[in-house]
């Protein structure tokens, strides 16, 4: 990310720390502001032109053309297809910027458009539900690997600021970077991912279990193939056909969901 003096100082000690007890690298941080001014802010205080921003929640471009400005690579992605068709005209001659339709839950289809992104911007409304949030960014949790998670969520930021103190886990059971483990925290996780009422959720689930050897994960694996959703039995069917080499805990190919 950036090294950019910005106005709100880290304290490494701290957040090593915090690092050291959650497993979390510690250069990744989570901000989450409720104004839209301190979203767009952030975006030039944290980035640089060799970042690649994924932003969910463009709207018609406000951040997005902030984004661009940096020099940054952005993916921006909103699930209005009229605003993303306006949206795209109006940043045709911008390099730098992809506009898509997509809906920020379809992670199989953010992996396709950006699987890598260094930082992400998250605004899927800054009233949005608590809970839309929560799966958003817990999503963009599990299936990338960015240093910087900026989320603009009133709610969030409003609960945020009411904790005083916080027991931290000892583990998290959302896969920070390093990939699904077989710990038993990753495990209920997963499974508790692949029984969610998302499709989103339960293909996330299903590539991420693809990469367990583990006998609880398989089972489950196999259980998705009678999953109501045609979307959940076919990335359920490639992962059980193809199982994680062993010691490597990748399985081969693509899944091609
Ligand atoms: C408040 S606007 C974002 C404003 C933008 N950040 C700006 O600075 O101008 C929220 C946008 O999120 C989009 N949105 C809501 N849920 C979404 C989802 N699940 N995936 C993608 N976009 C979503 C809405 O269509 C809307 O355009």
Redesign the pocket.
Known sequence: MATAAHPDPINRTEVDERSRMTGRPSEMEILVVST?DR??RLAVERLTPSDVVL??????????R?LATTGARVVA????AS?VRDLKEELKALDNVTVAC?????VTKLLALLPDPTAI?I????D?RLD?VAL?LRLCLLAFHAGLIVV?SIELATLASLIGCIETPRATGVSFWGGPGDDPASVSSLLYLSRGSSVESRVLAVHLMSQSAGAATRERLREMLSDPNPRVRKAARWACAHPPATGTGAPSGNPGQ
């Open positions: 839209h979203y767009r932003e969910i929640g463009c709207n018609n471009g406000g951040a997005t902030i992605v909103d699930k209005s605003l997509v809906d920020g839950r379809d911007f605004d899927i409304g800054g949005a839309h958003q603009r």
